[in-house]
């Protein structure tokens, strides 16, 4: 009884969160994406993966990434002490503090660096791409490997739905038991989806973003806040609570808080939205984060981030900025 309560009160935290499609570097032109060849998965991981080779690393990892996404993460690890680590689309799984060269490669639709734009497979899978571009990179499955290796840590894990779903494959090589030491947050799924859920989600809904909420903010830093908020809610006063013990606390904590208010916005071509960025440039000062709120909030009109960052440059280009 004595060993087993001593591995409870070493047990210690780590988290991993996702990269940012903003850098604090320009990426080379190699590490574009939209520089690759056209192919196959498999042929687009080896590409990728000789180009990453050939650059020198440049910058940390933590000073690379920006936005309120990541730095909600870093607060986090600082808070907690505890060593962050991110899962890359382009680099596969690192830690914050490591060098590595800047790159602009990403699984997020509609971005000019979409790795699928490249890819000609039929029904593009990013589990597919991680598990290729891993095994290039020198070590295939590295959450299953990370996380099985190290028996006294719970691990938390800050990822929106399409990095979820690009480390789905990896989390399933997992043991049950292993899943324990897991908690997810970020991805709005039902858990009976799959088994990693069903063992490790913490379901958090749009009651973050609502009006009680102490970290209100954007779905583009949900999962981040989501685990700010897990740590403060659950795991700062229970670190070895289980699962089920985790989620009581979160739906208790969620259960006084009310709901998002649900806009109804107006969809429109990427044309029409181009044509409202330029007529609305002053208004936003020619900032993108300001003329994203303006377009969401003001105009009413629906525009996902990745695609807005596109359109966005396309017509900063168009004026000459």
Known sequence: MQRILASYQMRTLSIITSCTNRKSVTPTRTLLARSLPIGSTALLAREWSIRVRRTVPSTCAEEL???RAFLEALKVSETTKSPLYVVSAGLGLLRADKKIPSYSLTVSPGTADAIQNRC??????AADWWTKLTARLGLQYPLAHLIGGSKSRLWLLALPRNYYELVIDDLGQLSDRQLERVRIVGPQLDKSEHRVLDACLLSIDDRLNGPDSPLPGTQTD?????????YDTVIRGNLEGGVTAHRRAISRRLSAMRPATRHKR??????AIMRKIEKLWRVADGKSGRMLRVLRDKEQIACEQGRFNGLFKSVRKSLNL
């Not at 000609?120 to 899978?125: P, R, V």
């Not at 949900?222 to 897990?230: G, I, L, W």
Request: hydrophobic share 30%.
């Open 120 to 125: 000609t497979d039929t029904g593009f899978s």
């Open 65 to 67: 990434y920006q936005g």
């Open 266 to 271: 107006q969809s429109l071509s990427d044309e």
């Open 222 to 230: 949900f999962a981040q806040r989501a685990a700010r908020f897990t």
